[in-house]
Nanobody, 124 residues
Framework: QVQLVESGGGLVQAGGSLRLSCAASGRTFSSFAMGWFRQAPGKVREFVAAISWSGSSTYFADSVKGPFTISSDNANNTVYLQMNSLKPEDTGVYYC?????????????????WGQGTQVTVSS
């Protein structure tokens, strides 16, 4: 079993920054890729970013490419999502997830463990 706990969400003005953290416990994720997804009110959950288990490869949705970065600290079982230049359309609940042994980085079904989510609200 893997438990994932997100933190770092909050209310920020447009143009501001937030750093989300995802702490994993239980079975470590050092052999699996990790991803971040978000869900805005009334919308489907969408892919934001992912990082390979080694940390050498990162992937981003086109909408966040550039302002967002993803990193991992395997020694502390934590994944981070640094979000800069935030826009109101970045508002939503952000979830981290552990990828299964195989699958594409951007599809929900490729992930088998999910955190409870952390709210990010960007005001205009």
């Amino acid at each position: 079993q893997v438990q994932l706990v997100e933190s770092g969400g909050g209310l920020v003005q447009a143009g501001g920054s937030l750093r989300l953290s995802c702490a994993a416990s239980g079975r470590t994720f050092s052999s699996f890729a990790m991803g971040w997804f978000r869900q805005a009110p009334g919308k489907v959950r969408e892919f934001v970013a992912a990082i390979s288990w080694s940390g050498s490869s990162t992937y981003f949705a086109d909408s966040v490419k550039g302002p967002f970065t993803i990193s991992s600290d395997n020694a502390n079982n934590t994944v981070y999502l640094q979000m800069n230049s935030l826009k109101p359309e970045d508002t939503g609940v952000y979830y981290c997830a552990k990828q299964r042994a195989s699958g594409t980085y951007f599809t929900l079904t490729s992930y088998d463990y999910w955190g409870q989510g952390t709210q990010v609200t960007v005001s205009s």
